[in-house]
């Protein structure tokens, strides 16, 4: 016996922009967004901190802990030697960052995703359980993504041959190689178009949002899993 979508409570934590809660709610879950700026779209979400309302029963938690200072692109800030007391300031912000993610990973909710950037997490305390792309999922970008799973299987793409070393997915755009150089407007050949709309650099905000074939590829591949029964 399984139980039915609309009494299995979904908690999406840090997320303002309703893609994951309301790809979710369109299949019928209970899904609420949590974050500390208001949802972007209308839909069912819990403006302030997740610690407020994790003891609300939830079935599943798919968390995006913020990132600025756990991600590999500013782990060299960290370097007293060299920056003094911004590295001191940095690190203490690290270390705030990492209890969060643990936080967030040790919660009693059976069923965990948690996404994040490879970095400090995955180099130094926990490694990830698998490491995905969204042109894996039919994208054209590339976005080295870290999932960190609790009883919930990786996402499944289907492979194919090699590309830059390693795996990509069969049927499925391969990623574009064009990148702005920011000081210059001279175009390079990079993977990295997912910083990019309408030739200008996104904003922190604009590039932490889920792509939406992720979302789809989440609920299609562990509805079944938290539908089981106890």
Request: glycine share 4%.
């Amino acid at each position: 016996m399984k139980k039915t979508n609309s009494n299995i409570k979904v908690l999406i934590a840090c997320e303002y922009s309703g893609i994951v809660r309301d790809t979710f709610t369109k299949a019928g879950f209970d899904a609420t967004s949590c974050d500390l700026l208001p949802t972007e779209k209308k839909g069912k979400h819990y403006q302030g901190s997740i610690f407020d309302i994790v003891n609300n029963n939830w079935d599943l938690l798919i968390a995006h802990p913020p990132c600025t200072y756990l991600s590999s692109a500013g782990l060299h800030l960290c370097n007293i030697e060299n920056y003094g007391q911004k590295a001191i300031d940095r690190i203490k912000n690290r270390n705030k960052a990492i209890e969060f993610f643990l936080d967030l990973y040790n919660l009693p909710i059976k069923h965990i995703c948690i996404e994040n950037p490879l970095g400090h997490i995955s180099a130094n305390i926990l490694k990830p359980t698998q490491i995905i792309h969204p042109y894996y999922f039919g994208e054209r970008e590339m976005k080295r993504t870290a999932l960190w799973l609790k009883n919930l299987p990786p996402l499944e793409y289907k492979m194919s041959n090699d590309l830059f070393g390693s795996k990509t997915a069969t049927d499925k755009p391969k990623p574009y190689q064009i990148q702005i150089q920011k000081s210059t407007g001279r175009l390079r050949n990079r993977y990295w178009t997912d910083c990019f709309v309408n030739n200008k650099l996104k904003t922190g905000k604009e590039k932490s949002k889920t792509f939406q074939s992720i979302a789809d590829a989440m609920l299609k591949q562990w509805e079944n899993v938290i539908k089981k029964a106890e």
